[in-house]
């Protein structure tokens, strides 16, 4: 209840009931999200409302994602209460780039691969003769590949030639 005077002394008051505007929405999706991956965002406690519009403009009580950023959604119960729920999803996006060394040898490989990636990071490599170091030495010339994986599980491939680059013995 409340009661108002104002300034002559006269009174005023009423009794009103303050109700909960209801529940809100709980949001569960991905906190990262892979470069070039797609994720579902889904209302979880859907069945408490009858109408969903996202900043996505969708309408349903999921959606699908293919780019990082922030999400949001207002969600309607039956009653018409309202609630609004958020969400930011990361990226993950990195890049590998590499500098080859040609193998300059008849008998003795030594090509090289030395590779960045960016940003710096933890990152497991994973190339296709079976070695997980950043970087290869004592390379026979050819073609490789490197997977690498960054904390989050994202990956990233990348191929790289080694020339064979040998002055015949004239």
Do not use: H, K, R
Not at 32 to 50: D, K, R
């Amino acid at each position: 209840s409340v009661t108002v005077f104002d300034v002559n002394g006269c009174q005023g008051s009423d009794v009103f009931e303050v109700t909960s505007g209801g529940v809100l929405p709980i949001l569960d999706g991905p906190n990262i999200l892979c470069n070039g991956g797609t994720g579902n965002i889904n209302v979880t406690n859907s069945n408490m409302f009858s109408d969903f519009i996202w900043n996505t403009f969708e309408t349903t009580p999921s959606i699908t994602i293919t780019s990082p950023g922030n999400y949001s959604v207002t969600a309607t119960d039956a009653n018409g209460c309202s609630g609004e729920a958020f969400i930011e999803v990361l990226s993950t996006a990195f890049d590998v780039s590499g500098l080859e060394t040609p193998n300059t040898s008849c008998t003795t490989p030594n090509g090289a691969i030395d590779i960045t990636v960016n940003p710096s990071g933890t990152y497991s490599f994973l190339w296709n003769n079976g070695a997980l170091t950043e970087d290869l030495t004592n390379l026979s010339a050819g073609n490789y590949s490197v997977v690498v994986t960054d904390v989050n599980g994202c990956s990233a491939t990348q191929d790289f030639t080694v020339s064979l680059d040998v002055t015949p013995i004239t």
